[in-house]
């Protein structure tokens, strides 16, 4: 972790939760977040995403309170518009918690401890659960997903479980669960989309009211 700033500024949104190993597209349209990006541009390219908790909307423009787990990204594509709204993809680095939040600029900024990489491992029992629920959750769809990760892509361990946690279209809640449980990723995983299968037999009545299993 070295190689990370210990400073980065901080980006909260309400329904937006960042994973390591996935790219993110993002559009920036308020000043201040404009004047983040402006800086960071030019110096390390990192933003710790956040996710806003509570009651946030009453305390929008000041500090409201965030979730402890969080992941920064890196800027790797950045377009700013005519109007001066940015355009950016943003690839997911590291977990981080907080130590400690300054307020000097319009934005927020925070020393943050960054989080070593978890330990997400699969074993032939969980990869054969795992695609098994995704079938039952998503339908025909997952045999060409799983044969387009695993077999033609080759991801496996962290690298499918967040590719997989960060698309799937659960609420925003719950993919912040599945961020916050580390190395327990691929279990919580498994345990949120059992309970989506068995809500979804029970009738529109057990529905979340999401648009789709997808994002």
């Known amino acids: 972790m070295a190689d990370l700033p210990e400073i980065i500024p901080l980006f909260p949104l309400p329904n937006f939760v960042l994973f390591p190993g996935v790219q993110a597209p993002l559009h920036i ?25 509570g009651d946030w909307e009453r305390d929008y423009y000041a500090n409201p309170d965030v979730y402890e787990v969080r992941c920064a990204g890196k800027i790797t594509t950045l377009a700013r518009l005519p109007d ?8 997911g680095v590291s ?3 907080i130590i400690r939040e300054f307020r000097d600029r ?25 695609r098994e629920l995704l079938v039952a959750f998503l ?11 695993v077999d033609q892509r080759g991801l496996k361990g962290a690298e499918l479980i967040n590719f997989i946690c ?7 809640i ?16 498994l345990d949120i989309l059992t309970f989506q299968v068995e809500e ?3 009738g529109p009545g057990g529905a979340t009211g999401s648009s789709g299993p997808l994002q």
């Not at 001066?84 to 690839?91: A, E, H, I, P």
């Not at 449980?181 to 279990?187: E, I, L, V």
Request: charged content about 25%; proline content about 7%.
């Open 95 to 97: 977990e981080f918690r």
């Open 84 to 91: 001066g709204r940015f355009n950016l993809l943003l690839d």
């Open 29 to 53: 349209f308020e000043p201040r977040y404009r004047e983040m990006l402006g800086d960071v541009a030019q110096d390390h390219g990192m933003i710790g995403m956040i996710m806003l908790k």
């Open 139 to 149: 339908g025909p769809p997952a045999h060409d997903l799983w044969r387009s990760l």
């Open 106 to 130: 319009p934005y927020r900024t925070a020393q943050v401890q960054w989080c070593p990489a978890p330990q997400i491992e699969l074993d032939d029992a969980m990869m054969a659960g795992l």
């Open 200 to 202: 979804r037999k029970l």
């Open 174 to 189: 719950e993919k912040q669960t599945l961020l916050e449980a580390r190395a327990n990723r691929a279990g919580c995983l």
């Open 166 to 172: 960060f698309h799937l279209d659960v609420a925003p």
